[in-house]
Structure formats: C-alpha cells, structure tokens
C-alpha cells in the first residue's frame, strides 16, 4: 500500500505555494510552483488548478515554509480521503530519478497520511476518516460550511442537508441513527440559546447518541492531533 499503482494516473493539486517574504517573494513563489508543475508535467502526472477538493485528486503536494504548516482544504480532505499528502521533494526527487518514487518517506503528516492511505487501501471507502457519520453543520460561516462539510464527504461521511439551524433540529429532531454529528460554529456561551438546550434535552431523553460539537473536532481529528477526543469539543 505504501507503492503507488504504476497503472493509475497521478492527478496533483498544490497547496501552500503562497508568497513568504522575504525569503520566497512572489516571483520567487511563481518559479517554484512552475517548477513542480514542469516536473508533475514531465513526469506524466494530471494538474487540477483549484481551491476546493476534487475527488479526482490522488496527491496534493504541499510546500513548506518556515516551519509553516499547510492546513488548506483541499490538504484535509485529501488526509480523510486516504490519498497521499507529500512535500514538494516527492516531486523533485522523483523528476531526479526519472519515475515516480514511493510517496511514503515523502508524506505529511508522517504518521497519519500513511496510516489513513493504509485503510483505504485495505477496506476502500470504509476505510475513509469520517466512514459511518452523518453530519450536520450549523455555522454562521458558510464558506466555512461548504469547506467542511466537503472534507467529511471526502472522508465517506454524509452531510445531512435537512436542517440548517438549531431552531430546526430542536423543533424536529432526527430519528435515530438519522443524524451522529451537529457541529456548530460559534459555539454557543454560557448563556446557552433555548433551542441548543432543547435539543441536548432531546437527546438525552431519546436516548440519539448525537454528539454536539464544535468543528475544530474535525480539524484536530483530520490533523492526527494525539489524546485528541470527543469529550475536548463537546
């Protein structure tokens, strides 16, 4: 699992090749970037120019600055869809050897995008992050909400659509099993709104086994963040 399928076609996405000044200046952020894309290019690797998640995307390269991590998008769902998340030296090295190298020394973060890529290879999409759940986003933000709610979908959950505030899930709640998650953002204070209270009453008393949570779960959860649990973000 740790070798790529010499018969599948690399389709690449980059993610951090940002401007860093002042070591990495815009032209000199443009010349790495178009570097990377000769050598993917060279190499017979596809290119998606995009700021979303594709599912057609099998490696996101990724570049690194200043001890900077890349937490983009399309860097998430790639780690929860189980597909390879590498630093731009999988791209260099490979050029360099003439033909596409085991991405696996080359990998971001090292020990979850080989584990996550392990399970999808061995079970397919039950393999995934987010395999089972079935979420519901509550955000203010629906920039923020479209991001997140692709990167469960990348890792084999479902988004649940039906209800878009906590008024409405308070007022109808999900049967069970319908719905696992509810994440919200903001988080709601000590000053709880009725309908966040309901619901939790709700929950309780119907025995849902539905979380409420605030997202940056999902964040800590797709980043491999250690002693990270459920009980941190409810």
């Known amino acids: 699992w740790l070798r790529d399928d010499p018969t599948q076609t690399k389709m690449f996405a980059l993610s951090g090749f940002v401007p860093s000044p002042p070591r990495y200046p815009a032209p000199a952020m443009v010349a790495e970037r178009e570097g990377v894309l000769a050598k993917i290019s060279e190499l017979g690797g596809g290119f998606l120019d995009t700021d979303q998640w594709e599912p057609s995307i099998t490696h996101v390269v990724i570049f690194l600055s200043h001890g900077k991590d890349c937490n983009s998008e399309k860097v998430m769902a790639a780690i929860a869809a189980g597909r390879w998340v590498v630093t731009k030296r ?3 090295k490979s050029h360099k050897a003439g033909r596409w190298l085991d991405p696996g020394p080359y990998s971001h973060p090292r020990d979850q995008v080989p584990r996550l890529q392990e399970a999808v ?10 395999w089972r759940m079935k979420a519901v986003f509550v955000m203010s933000d629906e920039r923020k909400n479209g991001v997140y709610s692709r990167i469960v979908t990348a890792g084999g959950g479902t988004v649940v659509s039906r209800w878009r505030s906590l008024e409405e899930l308070s007022s109808r709640p999900p049967a069970l099993r319908e719905v696992t998650h509810v994440f ?15 619901l ?16 940056k779960y999902l964040f800590h959860t797709v980043k491999g963040t250690p002693d990270t649990t459920v009980q941190d973000w409810e």
């Open 200 to 215: 939790a009453r709700s929950c309780q008393s119907q025995g849902l086994g539905l979380l409420m949570l605030d997202y």
């Open 121 to 130: 290879s061995k079970e397919g999409p039950k393999g995934g992050l987010f």
């Open 90 to 92: 999988y791209v260099e």
């Open 184 to 198: 919200l953002d903001p988080w709601p204070e000590a000053s709880s709104p009725p309908a966040f209270l309901s």
